[in-house]
Protein backbone atom coordinates (compact mmCIF):
# COMPACT_ATOMS: atom_id res chain seq x y z
CA UNK A 1 0.00 0.00 0.00
CA UNK A 2 1.57 3.28 -0.89
CA UNK A 3 -0.31 7.08 -1.15
CA UNK A 4 2.12 7.99 -3.42
CA UNK A 5 2.41 11.69 -2.35
CA UNK A 6 6.13 11.45 -2.88
CA UNK A 7 5.15 10.16 -7.03
CA UNK A 8 5.85 13.40 -8.81
CA UNK A 9 8.03 14.81 -5.87
CA UNK A 10 11.16 14.93 -8.47
CA UNK A 11 8.94 17.07 -11.00
CA UNK A 12 10.87 20.52 -12.70
CA UNK A 13 8.30 23.54 -11.64
CA UNK A 14 8.43 26.67 -9.98
CA UNK A 15 6.94 25.08 -6.90
CA UNK A 16 8.90 21.82 -6.79
CA UNK A 17 12.28 24.47 -6.57
CA UNK A 18 10.31 26.66 -3.70
CA UNK A 19 12.33 25.77 -1.24
CA UNK A 20 10.23 23.16 1.27
CA UNK A 21 10.56 26.13 4.61
CA UNK A 22 9.13 28.61 2.75
CA UNK A 23 6.57 26.51 0.73
CA UNK A 24 5.48 25.20 4.10
CA UNK A 25 4.70 28.50 5.84
CA UNK A 26 3.32 30.26 2.47
CA UNK A 27 1.08 27.59 2.12
CA UNK A 28 0.11 27.14 5.42
CA UNK A 29 -0.93 30.22 5.54
CA UNK A 30 -3.06 30.46 2.78
CA UNK A 31 -4.59 27.32 3.45
CA UNK A 32 -5.61 28.98 7.53
CA UNK A 33 -6.98 32.23 5.26
CA UNK A 34 -9.27 30.01 3.09
CA UNK A 35 -10.51 28.48 6.49
CA UNK A 36 -11.09 31.72 7.47
CA UNK A 37 -13.64 32.56 4.73
CA UNK A 38 -17.22 32.46 5.32
CA UNK A 39 -18.68 34.70 2.67
CA UNK A 40 -19.91 32.98 -0.82
CA UNK A 41 -19.01 35.91 -2.78
CA UNK A 42 -15.01 35.21 -2.16
CA UNK A 43 -15.43 31.65 -3.08
CA UNK A 44 -14.39 32.33 -6.84
CA UNK A 45 -11.08 33.90 -5.99
CA UNK A 46 -10.40 31.15 -3.38
CA UNK A 47 -10.92 28.71 -6.63
CA UNK A 48 -8.92 30.66 -8.99
CA UNK A 49 -5.91 30.78 -6.73
CA UNK A 50 -6.34 27.24 -6.03
CA UNK A 51 -5.93 26.49 -9.92
CA UNK A 52 -3.57 28.54 -10.93
CA UNK A 53 -1.19 27.06 -7.74
CA UNK A 54 -2.16 23.60 -9.17
CA UNK A 55 -1.25 24.19 -12.60
CA UNK A 56 2.17 25.72 -11.76
CA UNK A 57 3.14 22.67 -9.69
CA UNK A 58 2.22 20.84 -12.91
CA UNK A 59 1.19 17.65 -10.81
CA UNK A 60 -1.24 15.79 -12.88
CA UNK A 61 -4.61 16.19 -12.57
CA UNK A 62 -5.23 12.54 -12.32
CA UNK A 63 -3.28 12.61 -8.94
CA UNK A 64 -5.74 15.33 -7.31
CA UNK A 65 -8.72 13.40 -8.42
CA UNK A 66 -7.31 10.00 -7.16
CA UNK A 67 -6.79 11.73 -3.63
CA UNK A 68 -10.03 13.55 -3.57
CA UNK A 69 -12.42 10.23 -3.85
CA UNK A 70 -12.20 9.00 -0.41
CA UNK A 71 -12.39 12.64 0.95
CA UNK A 72 -15.23 13.16 -1.00
CA UNK A 73 -17.48 10.66 -0.04
CA UNK A 74 -17.87 12.12 3.66
CA UNK A 75 -18.82 15.78 1.52
CA UNK A 76 -21.20 14.06 -0.31
CA UNK A 77 -22.85 13.21 2.65
CA UNK A 78 -23.18 16.76 3.48
CA UNK A 79 -24.93 17.36 0.02
CA UNK A 80 -27.77 15.29 0.82
CA UNK A 81 -27.97 16.26 4.79
CA UNK A 82 -27.54 19.90 4.64
CA UNK A 83 -29.81 21.12 1.81
CA UNK A 84 -32.18 18.85 2.85
CA UNK A 85 -32.16 19.33 6.92
CA UNK A 86 -30.65 22.97 7.51
CA UNK A 87 -32.42 26.42 7.34
CA UNK A 88 -35.66 27.49 6.62
CA UNK A 89 -36.19 28.94 3.27
CA UNK A 90 -38.09 26.12 0.98
CA UNK A 91 -36.48 26.32 -2.69
CA UNK A 92 -37.78 23.19 -3.95
CA UNK A 93 -40.01 21.03 -2.41
CA UNK A 94 -40.44 17.26 -3.46
CA UNK A 95 -43.33 15.82 -1.50
CA UNK A 96 -41.77 15.34 2.01
CA UNK A 97 -38.67 16.41 0.97
CA UNK A 98 -37.55 20.01 0.21
CA UNK A 99 -34.13 21.72 -0.61
CA UNK A 100 -33.30 24.51 1.68
CA UNK A 101 -31.87 27.76 0.83
CA UNK A 102 -29.40 28.11 4.01
CA UNK A 103 -28.22 24.69 3.80
CA UNK A 104 -27.40 24.40 0.28
CA UNK A 105 -25.49 27.47 0.47
CA UNK A 106 -23.42 26.38 3.68
CA UNK A 107 -22.79 22.85 1.32
CA UNK A 108 -21.09 25.04 -1.10
CA UNK A 109 -19.08 26.49 1.28
CA UNK A 110 -18.12 23.45 2.71
CA UNK A 111 -17.42 22.30 -0.51
CA UNK A 112 -15.41 24.80 -1.64
CA UNK A 113 -13.08 24.67 1.29
CA UNK A 114 -12.90 21.19 1.05
CA UNK A 115 -11.15 21.54 -2.39
CA UNK A 116 -9.27 24.40 -2.29
CA UNK A 117 -7.61 23.48 1.43
CA UNK A 118 -6.87 19.78 0.34
CA UNK A 119 -5.72 20.42 -3.29
CA UNK A 120 -3.28 22.92 -1.59
CA UNK A 121 -2.40 20.58 0.80
CA UNK A 122 -1.77 17.99 -2.00
CA UNK A 123 0.66 20.25 -3.68
CA UNK A 124 2.56 21.14 -0.39
CA UNK A 125 3.24 17.46 0.45
CA UNK A 126 3.09 16.73 -3.12
CA UNK A 127 6.46 18.33 -4.46
CA UNK A 128 9.05 17.58 -2.10
CA UNK A 129 9.74 14.44 -0.67
CA UNK A 130 8.02 13.72 2.78
CA UNK A 131 11.54 13.58 4.63
CA UNK A 132 12.51 16.74 3.93
CA UNK A 133 9.14 18.22 4.67
CA UNK A 134 9.19 16.80 7.83
CA UNK A 135 12.59 18.30 8.69
CA UNK A 136 11.78 21.62 7.44
CA UNK A 137 9.01 21.32 10.26
CA UNK A 138 12.05 20.63 13.00
CA UNK A 139 13.70 23.67 11.64
CA UNK A 140 10.54 25.61 12.15
CA UNK A 141 10.26 24.45 15.98
CA UNK A 142 8.13 21.30 15.73
CA UNK A 143 8.95 19.33 18.73
CA UNK A 144 11.41 15.94 17.16
CA UNK A 145 9.15 13.69 19.02
CA UNK A 146 6.06 14.84 16.95
CA UNK A 147 8.06 14.94 14.13
CA UNK A 148 9.42 11.51 14.39
CA UNK A 149 6.09 10.35 15.02
CA UNK A 150 4.50 11.83 11.94
CA UNK A 151 7.24 10.58 9.97
CA UNK A 152 7.42 6.85 11.65
CA UNK A 153 3.46 6.78 10.81
CA UNK A 154 3.94 7.82 7.43
CA UNK A 155 6.25 4.66 7.37
CA UNK A 156 4.86 2.01 8.67
CA UNK A 157 0.73 2.41 8.47
CA UNK A 158 1.21 0.65 5.15
CA UNK A 159 3.04 -2.25 7.07
CA UNK A 160 -0.18 -2.12 9.16
CA UNK A 161 -2.16 -2.09 6.09
CA UNK A 162 -0.15 -4.67 4.52
CA UNK A 163 -0.75 -6.86 7.70
CA UNK A 164 -4.08 -6.15 7.82
CA UNK A 165 -4.82 -7.67 4.36
CA UNK A 166 -2.51 -10.89 5.16
CA UNK A 167 -4.72 -11.47 8.15
CA UNK A 168 -8.10 -11.19 6.19
CA UNK A 169 -6.78 -13.16 3.66
CA UNK A 170 -5.79 -16.13 5.89
CA UNK A 171 -9.33 -15.88 7.36
CA UNK A 172 -11.37 -16.06 4.36
CA UNK A 173 -8.69 -19.09 3.20
CA UNK A 174 -10.24 -20.53 6.79
CA UNK A 175 -13.35 -20.49 5.24
CA UNK A 176 -14.40 -17.15 7.50
CA UNK A 177 -16.94 -15.41 5.50
CA UNK A 178 -18.83 -11.96 7.16
CA UNK A 179 -22.88 -12.52 7.72
CA UNK A 180 -24.23 -9.31 8.74
CA UNK A 181 -23.16 -8.28 12.63
CA UNK A 182 -24.18 -12.36 14.25
CA UNK A 183 -21.94 -13.32 17.50
CA UNK A 184 -19.33 -14.82 15.43
CA UNK A 185 -18.37 -12.31 13.02
CA UNK A 186 -18.39 -9.62 15.76
CA UNK A 187 -15.70 -12.34 17.89
CA UNK A 188 -14.04 -12.54 14.88
CA UNK A 189 -13.70 -9.42 13.79
CA UNK A 190 -12.65 -8.62 17.42
CA UNK A 191 -10.33 -10.96 17.47
CA UNK A 192 -9.05 -9.97 14.50
CA UNK A 193 -8.71 -6.81 15.44
CA UNK A 194 -6.82 -7.42 18.61
CA UNK A 195 -4.21 -9.27 16.95
CA UNK A 196 -3.41 -6.52 14.68
CA UNK A 197 -2.87 -4.23 17.84
CA UNK A 198 -0.52 -6.67 19.42
CA UNK A 199 1.61 -6.99 16.03
CA UNK A 200 1.67 -3.06 15.88
CA UNK A 201 2.56 -2.71 19.51
CA UNK A 202 5.85 -5.52 19.04
CA UNK A 203 6.89 -4.14 16.02
CA UNK A 204 7.15 -0.69 17.51
CA UNK A 205 8.69 -2.26 19.88
CA UNK A 206 11.51 -3.77 17.72
CA UNK A 207 11.73 -0.52 15.79
CA UNK A 208 12.34 1.41 18.73
CA UNK A 209 15.13 -0.53 20.30
CA UNK A 210 17.16 -0.68 16.77
CA UNK A 211 16.71 3.02 16.75
CA UNK A 212 18.01 2.91 20.31
CA UNK A 213 21.11 0.73 19.00
CA UNK A 214 22.09 3.09 16.02
CA UNK A 215 22.10 6.34 18.41
CA UNK A 216 19.03 7.85 18.00
CA UNK A 217 18.80 10.86 19.58
CA UNK A 218 22.06 11.52 19.81
CA UNK A 219 23.39 13.15 16.28
CA UNK A 220 22.59 16.79 15.86
CA UNK A 221 20.79 17.50 12.67
CA UNK A 222 22.00 20.37 10.56
CA UNK A 223 19.31 22.29 8.70
CA UNK A 224 21.42 24.14 6.27
CA UNK A 225 19.45 22.32 3.01
CA UNK A 226 17.01 25.04 4.28
CA UNK A 227 18.54 28.26 4.00
CA UNK A 228 16.60 30.73 2.20
CA UNK A 229 17.20 32.27 -1.08
CA UNK A 230 16.25 35.25 -2.87
CA UNK A 231 13.69 33.57 -4.66
CA UNK A 232 11.79 31.47 -1.99
CA UNK A 233 11.57 34.43 0.15
CA UNK A 234 9.72 36.34 -3.03
CA UNK A 235 7.36 33.23 -3.40
CA UNK A 236 6.70 33.18 0.29
CA UNK A 237 6.39 36.61 0.75
CA UNK A 238 3.61 36.17 -2.29
CA UNK A 239 1.92 34.05 -0.65
CA UNK A 240 1.55 35.54 2.14
CA UNK A 241 0.14 38.38 0.61
CA UNK A 242 -2.65 36.71 -1.06
CA UNK A 243 -3.91 34.89 1.87
CA UNK A 244 -3.72 38.59 3.83
CA UNK A 245 -6.01 40.04 0.99
CA UNK A 246 -8.27 36.57 1.22
CA UNK A 247 -8.23 37.70 5.23
CA UNK A 248 -8.74 41.53 4.36
CA UNK A 249 -11.76 40.83 1.86
CA UNK A 250 -13.55 38.40 4.24
CA UNK A 251 -13.55 41.50 7.10
CA UNK A 252 -14.60 43.63 4.99
CA UNK A 253 -17.35 41.10 3.57
CA UNK A 254 -18.46 40.69 7.67
CA UNK A 255 -18.50 44.89 7.64
CA UNK A 256 -15.66 45.05 10.08
Same mark, same amino acid.
Given at each position: ??????????????????????????????????????????????????????????????????????????????????????????????????? +??????????????????????????????????????????????????????? +???????????????????????????????????????????????? +??????????????????????????????????????????????????????
Amino acid at each position: MDLGLETYANLESPLHRWGVKQKLIGLTVLIFAFAFVQHLIILPAMLLVTAVIFAVSRLPLDFLMHRLRYPGIFVGALAVVLPLFSGSTVLVSLGPLAI +RQEGLLAFVLIFVKFICILTLSLVLFGTAPFLKTIKATRSLGLSPILADMMLLSY +RYIYEVAADLTKMQTAMRLRGFRAHGFSRRTLNALAILAGSLLVRSYE +RSERIYKAMILRGYGRAKISYEEFQARPYDLQVMALMIAVATGFVIAELAARGL
